[in-house]
T-cell receptor, first 113, second 114 residues
């Protein structure tokens, strides 16, 4: 089955700095890569996703890049704000074959004011 | 649009007891997932339903866990008997269909086994 590894496990940045979280996946058949944000005690919520037919996607201060050859993808948050503090999870799945999301282990991001 | 509803929010039981969790997905969503999230880890899929049929239960510990979605809407997840290592948050998620990639999560049920 699919295996997703995520680094770092914790990340502390100063407000206004950028944050980068990296994930690798094992199954070359995976073609959908979402990122979820989970605040303490709350449900995971989708913040951005990318499909294997594109290499980069941006939404305001967040962007995701995908390198299919290397089987890794990254989340980039620019101009971080204290409200960005949360746990971020990457995931991978296969839209054909109906395979559910396989999640990484999470990154706790702390944005220091 | 109403989100995924789960109950109870919290449950504390002793080991070897049984427990059941309930999930009501977003109206019209055919696909339903149960995930187990142990503290400090990412969610791990336990079982995936399409309507009332099981698509994937390969990671469900079937000697103690069971799940059903009899009418293709609500679902229940049961643990019997519970072990200490079952302490986790149990997340239910749904999506309109298997081909729809985004999963919408409920708030989860936090289970503590003592």
């Amino acid at each position: 089955g699919e295996n997703v590894e995520q680094h770092p496990s914790t990340l502390s940045v100063q407000e206004g700095d950028s944050a980068v979280i990296k994930c690798t996946y094992s199954d070359s058949a995976s073609n959908y890569f979402p990122w979820y944000k989970q605040e303490l005690g709350k449900r995971p919520q989708l913040i951005i996703d990318i499909r294997s037919n594109v290499g980069e996607k941006k939404d305001q201060r967040i962007a995701v890049t995908l390198n299919k050859t290397a089987k890794h993808f990254s989340l980039h948050i620019t101009e971080t704000q204290p409200e960005d503090s949360a746990v971020y999870f990457c995931a991978a799945s296969m839209t054909t074959g109906r395979r559910a999301l396989t999640f990484g282990s999470g990154t706790r991001l702390q944005v220091q004011p | 649009e109403a989100g995924v509803a789960q109950s109870p929010r919290y449950k504390i039981i002793e080991k070897r007891q049984s427990v059941a969790f309930w999930c009501n997905p977003i109206s019209g969503h055919a696909t339903l997932y149960w995930y187990q999230q142990i503290l400090g880890q990412g969610p791990k899929l336990l079982i995936q339903f399409q309507n009332n049929g099981v698509v994937d239960d390969s990671q469900l510990p079937k000697d103690r866990f069971s799940a059903e979605r009899l009418k293709g809407v609500d679902s229940t997840l049961k643990i019997q008997p519970a072990k200490l290592e079952d302490s986790a948050v149990y997340l239910c998620a749904s999506s309109p269909s298997l081909a729809y990639t985004e999963a919408f999560f409920g708030q989860g049920t936090r289970l503590t086994v003592v």
